[in-house]
């Protein structure tokens, strides 16, 4: 097998590189992303892998298909930015559904800590022999109300946290599992009655903007939001308004919804033309880092491992693991020959 790698960093090189060992494929890193300008040099190999947001559109598909390419592999869980429905038929596309649920969790709870305690601040003040303490007062989390929206593989890990850290959980998920020790209410409950909230459900149409307006007149004053899900859970117009109104204590953000274009990125030397980054980027009380959550070496060498193993099996078995699958919406089992039911 032949593959291309897209939006590809050293990082992915290292632990593709050390994984492939074991599966002998030919890799090809490129370290631009996958767009309708680019995927002509998909041409003569087999598959693709890609990240999340290289967005896979249906022109970027059909062209996929007509270059020969038969499978789609995302090096990630989430599998919004791809046109999945147009892909049925055309190309098999595959994830990695669970990688390191401890990375995402235990991040976004370093999210909490710093934002909470400030570390950040103390750290910078400290470099600069400046000891004073002043302004960087936090609160306990023991005893506090965490809101948990969306209780899978993230979310039970960071529940797990929590819970150490002696915090009240409340949860909600559309799909509420009933093996979990954890408190479920409704949405309204959860924004009333959280100090914090935490995102861990998938973006989905029903899920987009989540947190918006009116969600954010739910909640009680000086909440702090955190985000290590995806961007498009928030409308980051009305969570800037929420900070200017000091409605919203903080904010943790991994994730943002027009991040494509920065993230993973140095623009150190170059101006940020995104109004809502530059703003939100301005706000003490608001943290963000650029989509790092996955990144420890445990999730890399997963990725990576499974990735290899998902192409492993389309090219061996007569079901694929782990396909996103548009027409039977089911992760796992789909039959190779599109033409027998998945
Ligand atoms: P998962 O599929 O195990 O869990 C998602 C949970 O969300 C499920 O329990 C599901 O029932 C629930 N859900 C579905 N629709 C919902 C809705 N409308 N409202 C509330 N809950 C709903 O996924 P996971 O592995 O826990 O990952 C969660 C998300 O984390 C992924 O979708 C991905 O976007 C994100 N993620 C981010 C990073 C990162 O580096 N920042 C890394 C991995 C995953």
């Given at each position: 097998m032949k593959i291309v790698f897209y939006d590809s960093k050293q990082y992915d090189i290292d632990s593709f590189e050390k994984e492939n060992r074991d599966f002998n494929y030919k890799l090809k890193f490129l370290d631009f992303k996958l767009t309708i300008e680019t995927?002509?040099?998909a041409k003569g190999y087999d598959a693709v892998c890609v990240f999340v947001n290289d967005i896979i559109t249906e022109p970027i598909i059909t062209r996929l298909h007509e270059l020969g390419i038969k499978i789609i592999a995302?090096?990630?869980a989430g599998y919004n930015n791809i046109d999945f429905k147009s892909a049925f038929n055309k190309v098999h596309v595959v994830r990695v559904p669970s990688y390191s649920p401890y990375a995402v969790a235990e991040h976004a709870m370093a999210l909490?800590?710093?934002?909470?305690r400030k570390t950040h601040k103390a750290y910078n003040r400290t470099k600069e022999s400046n000891f004073n303490i002043g302004g960087l007062m936090g609160f306990d989390l023991y005893?506090?109300?965490i809101g948990v929206i969306?209780?899978?593989?993230i979310g039970q890990k960071f529940i797990d946290i929590a819970n150490g850290f002696g915090m009240n959980v409340l949860a909600y998920d559309k799909f509420p599992n009933t093996n979990l020790k954890v408190t479920y209410c409704d949405l309204d409950t959860l924004y009333r009655e959280s100090d914090i909230i935490?995102?861990?459900c998938p973006l989905l149409k029903e899920t987009e903007h989540i947190i918006n307006r009116d969600s954010i007149k739910k909640m009680k004053d000086g909440v702090m939001i955190i985000n290590t899900s995806r961007g498009g859970l928030i409308d980051a117009k009305d969570l800037i308004?929420?900070?200017?109104s000091r409605k919203i204590g903080s904010a943790g953000l991994d994730v943002y919804e027009e991040e494509a274009e920065y993230f993973f990125e140095d623009f150190s030397n170059d101006m940020i033309s995104d109004d809502k980054l530059a703003r939100l980027i301005s706000f003490p009380n608001v943290l963000i880092t650029s989509h790092q959550a996955f990144l420890t070496n445990e999730a890399l060498k997963n990725i990576a491992n499974t990735t290899l193993n998902n192409i492993k099996n389309f090219k061996d078995k007569e079901y694929?693991?782990?396909e996103v699958c548009y027409q039977c919406k089911q992760f796992g089992k789909c039959s190779k020959d599109e033409k027998k039911p998945c």
């Open positions: 995927v002509e040099l995302l090096r990630c909490i800590m710093t934002l909470n005893k506090k109300n969306g209780t899978g593989k935490s995102l861990h308004n929420g900070l200017k694929i693991d782990n």
